[in-house]
T-cell receptor, first 116, second 120 residues
Framework: AQSVTQLGSHVSVSEGALVLLRCNYSSSVPPYLFWYVQYPNQGLQLLLKYTSAATLVKGINGFEAEFKKSETSFHLTKPSAHMSDAAEYFCAVTDPYGGATNKLIFGTGTLLAVQP | DVKVTQSSRYLVKRTGEKVFLECVQDMDHENMFWYRQDPGLGLRLIYFSYDVKMKEKGDIPEGYSVSREKKERFSLILESASTNQTSMYLC???????????????????FGPGTRLTVL
C-alpha cells in the first residue's frame, strides 16, 4: 500500500534561512506527489505537484521540490524563509489504484516555525 | 477560482446528537471528499463521492455517513456524535471523469476552510 512519511513534525528556522521539509514515499509504481500548505484556521492550499514531467517542480511563494526516484523522496525547499511561511505543510501521494477519484494519501504534517 | 465552502467554521454538539456538516463547491467538480484532521495523524479520508448519489468508504468510515443528492453538495452525517469525533473536518473537491472510477486523474483537490467540531 502507498504511504508517505514526513520526517520531523516540527521544524524551526530563522528568517532568511533555508527551509527543508522532508517527504519520503513508498510505492511500487511512480506516484504523483503533492505538497499542500495549511495556514492557521484555514483549509489546505496546493503549493506544488509532481506529475512525471520535470523532476524539479517550482511552486508558489518561492517553494520548490525535487522528485528523486532513487531515494523515493520529494523534499520541499525554499532558499530564504519568510515569517509568512509559518504554517503546517503536508506531503501527499496519489493512490495508483484510486481511479478517477484521485485519492490522496497524506503524511502527518510538518509544522514550520520561522523565528525573527 | 474554485471555491469550496463549509457550512460552519466552529460547531459544538452534545454526545448522541445527530450532526450534519455541509460542503458546497462551485466548479462543477465530479469528485468530493470528506477528511478529518487530527494532530499527529494528518488527514484521514472518511468518505468520497465521484458522482451524484455515488459514495465509497474511505479509511475511517465508522460512525459516519454521507449524502450527495446534488453535484455541488456533499454532506457528512454523524448519526450519534461521540466525543472521539471531536476533530477538524475538511471537505475537498476535484475534477473527475463522468465515465466513472476507471481513469486516473492527477488533478489537485481543492479544500474548504474546515469545520472544527467539538462533541461534549
Amino acid at each position: 500500500a502507498q504511504s508517505v512519511t514526513q520526517l520531523g513534525s516540527h521544524v524551526s528556522v530563522s528568517e532568511g534561512a533555508l527551509v527543508l521539509l522532508r517527504c519520503n514515499y513508498s510505492s511500487s509504481v511512480p506516484p504523483y506527489l503533492f505538497w499542500y500548505v495549511q495556514y492557521p484556521n484555514q483549509g489546505l492550499q496546493l503549493l506544488l505537484k509532481y506529475t512525471s514531467a520535470a523532476t524539479l517542480v517550482k511552486g508558489i511563494n518561492g517553494f520548490e521540490a525535487e522528485f528523486k526516484k532513487s531515494e523515493t523522496s520529494f523534499h520541499l525547499t525554499k532558499p530564504s524563509a519568510h515569517m509568512s511561511d509559518a504554517a503546517e505543510y503536508f506531503c501527499a501521494v496519489t493512490d495508483p489504484y484510486g481511479g478517477a477519484t484521485n485519492k490522496l494519501i497524506f503524511g502527518t504534517g510538518t509544522l514550520l516555525a520561522v523565528q525573527p | 477560482d474554485v471555491k469550496v465552502t463549509q457550512s460552519s467554521r466552529y460547531l459544538v454538539k452534545r454526545t448522541g446528537e445527530k450532526v450534519f456538516l455541509e460542503c458546497v463547491q462551485d466548479m462543477d467538480h465530479e469528485n468530493m471528499f470528506w477528511y478529518r484532521q487530527d494532530p499527529g495523524l494528518g488527514l484521514r479520508l472518511i468518505y468520497f463521492s465521484y458522482d451524484v448519489k455515488m459514495k465509497e468508504k474511505g479509511d475511517i468510515p465508522e460512525g459516519y455517513s454521507v449524502s450527495r443528492e446534488k453535484k455541488e453538495r456533499f454532506s457528512l452525517i454523524l448519526e450519534s456524535a461521540s466525543t472521539n469525533q471531536t476533530s477538524m473536518y475538511l471537505c475537498a473537491s476535484s475534477r473527475g471523469l463522468a465515465g466513472g472510477p476507471n481513469y486516473f486523474i492527477e488533478n489537485e483537490q481543492f479544500f474548504g476552510p474546515g469545520t472544527r467540531l467539538t462533541v461534549l
